[in-house]
């Protein structure tokens, strides 16, 4: 998305945070009240390849945690075509924000739903993001279940969340296939 590289070995099987700092163009700093951009990465949340590993699962929501809690934003990429991967990796994230919930941070969070061919597709798919909401709705439940927090029953009494504005339609940034493809411009 920012056109960046991350290491990753097979599958997700890197697993960490890794973080690269990015200059703002002078234009924007204005606009973005900042000069610098980390942009931290997740990799290997929820990988099947060390599921088997003790603790496999409270690392994954410790590690999700930590990136959320130094984050004034958290993008999550909803370019995964498995519906099944991708649960796994909202239901991290909604841990990770009943845990800030807990400690006074009201974090930001925007959907991108990447490689979409018409970008007009906000627009028409106000279905598909009622089922994502409906998704983040049963999966909030759960996890205030499993962190403890009583009357917690939906996505919205986690963050502020909106339908239209914290989802986003976005063409694939690569020209072709990575890693050496050219950015789309």
């Given at each position: 998305m920012f056109g960046l590289q991350f290491p990753v070995a097979s599958g997700r099987c890197t697993r960490g945070a890794f973080m690269?700092?990015?200059?703002?163009k002078e234009d924007f700093e204005g606009q973005l009240g900042c000069k610098f951009i980390i942009v931290i990465d997740t990799e290997g949340l929820k990988a099947q390849e060390l599921a088997s590993l003790e603790d496999s699962h409270e690392h994954d929501n410790e590690l999700a945690t930590l990136v959320v809690g130094l984050s004034d934003i958290t993008i999550v990429n909803m370019s995964m075509e498995n519906s099944t991967e991708m649960k796994d990796i909202?239901?991290?994230?909604?841990?990770?924000?009943?845990?800030?919930?807990?400690?006074g941070k009201k974090p930001n969070c925007q959907f991108v739903h990447q490689n979409v061919s018409d970008v007009s597709a906000h627009e028409n798919n106000m279905r598909d993001r009622k089922k994502l909401r409906e998704q983040l709705d049963e999966m909030t439940k759960v996890a205030a279940?499993?962190?403890?927090?009583?009357?917690?029953?939906?996505?919205?009494?986690?963050?502020?969340?909106d339908l239209e504005k914290h989802s986003w339609y976005i063409p694939g940034l690569w020209q072709g296939?990575?890693?050496?493809?050219?950015?789309?411009s």
């Amino acid at each position: 998305m920012f056109g960046l590289q991350f290491p990753v070995a097979s599958g997700r099987c890197t697993r960490g945070a890794f973080m690269t700092l990015l200059k703002v163009k002078e234009d924007f700093e204005g606009q973005l009240g900042c000069k610098f951009i980390i942009v931290i990465d997740t990799e290997g949340l929820k990988a099947q390849e060390l599921a088997s590993l003790e603790d496999s699962h409270e690392h994954d929501n410790e590690l999700a945690t930590l990136v959320v809690g130094l984050s004034d934003i958290t993008i999550v990429n909803m370019s995964m075509e498995n519906s099944t991967e991708m649960k796994d990796i909202l239901q991290i994230v909604v841990h990770a924000f009943l845990r800030m919930k807990k400690v006074g941070k009201k974090p930001n969070c925007q959907f991108v739903h990447q490689n979409v061919s018409d970008v007009s597709a906000h627009e028409n798919n106000m279905r598909d993001r009622k089922k994502l909401r409906e998704q983040l709705d049963e999966m909030t439940k759960v996890a205030a279940k499993m962190e403890k927090q009583d009357g917690i029953t939906s996505f919205s009494d986690v963050i502020d969340y909106d339908l239209e504005k914290h989802s986003w339609y976005i063409p694939g940034l690569w020209q072709g296939v990575p890693p050496m493809a050219p950015v789309n411009s």
